[in-house]
């Protein structure tokens, strides 16, 4: 592994989403590896490495986060509430990309230190993901 | 070089340099550059870019103001605002999405701050 290079992990339950964002950072030439959580549950074994994701080698803490808010199981403002409280995890940049436009999650996310928030009619403007940039734009300056 | 143009407006002026020398190393092409809001608007009617970076702190027509005259009559418009920790934050971020915006980036605090994040954003291209 080259120790430059960006570990990100995916936290998003659509399948569609998930291929779009996967999309836009593989066009990066940005040095990267990307895992995928499809629920806050999973996403909390990650970081922990509890469960299928025992092996810290496979699955080392992630440079980045990028996370959805609304999620199965655990919801993605309790994971990133989890992430902040822990001393080990609070450095990971947190990316909030998020269909919601509540007042409430908004505030709350700025609360618990996301470095930013993005909503998704921006950036999964159709299938294909034309501002597949954007990601790019906000990984550059966390 | 990637598609998105990005259209910055941005007060101060180490930040503006900060951000266009490292976008254009990532590849993007920086359309033009604000210092204040009206220059804001011109540029952004004058250039039409993919993105648009805008503090919120701008002097003359404050960056919300600008976002809400761009989205009004441009909905589809992507504005990431660009913030500071203070206080009042929270709301201003709040109010800006409610003006348009489609999200925000926080500003790293310090010029050195900034130099060390984007050293390290650059050392992984």
Redesign the interface.
Known sequence: MNK???KILIVEDQEEHVLIMKNALEKS????RIWVCRDGEAALDFLYNRGAFAAKTAYPKPDVILLDLRLPKVDGLEVLKQIKADEKLKDISVIVLTAS?R?ED??EA??DD??????K??FI?SKTGK????L??????? | M???K?LIAEKSTFMRIM?KT??EK???EILGMAKDGEDALAKYHDLKP??M?VDVDLDGVDGIEVTRQISAGDP?A?I?MLVVECPD???I??EA??AGA??????PLSEGEIEK??SG?L???
């Open positions: 430059k290079e960006l030439e940005r040095a990267q436009e007042g908004i505030i700025y609360k996301v470095q930013s928030y993005l909503l009619s921006a403007v501002m597949e940039g954007l790019d734009v906000l990984l550059s300056i966390r | 990637k598609h998105e990005i951000l490292v976008l990532l590849g993007f993919d993105i970076l589809a992507v990431i934050t929270p709301e971020i709040v999405v409610r489609k999200g925000y980036i926080r500003k994040r984007i954003a050392e992984r291209t």
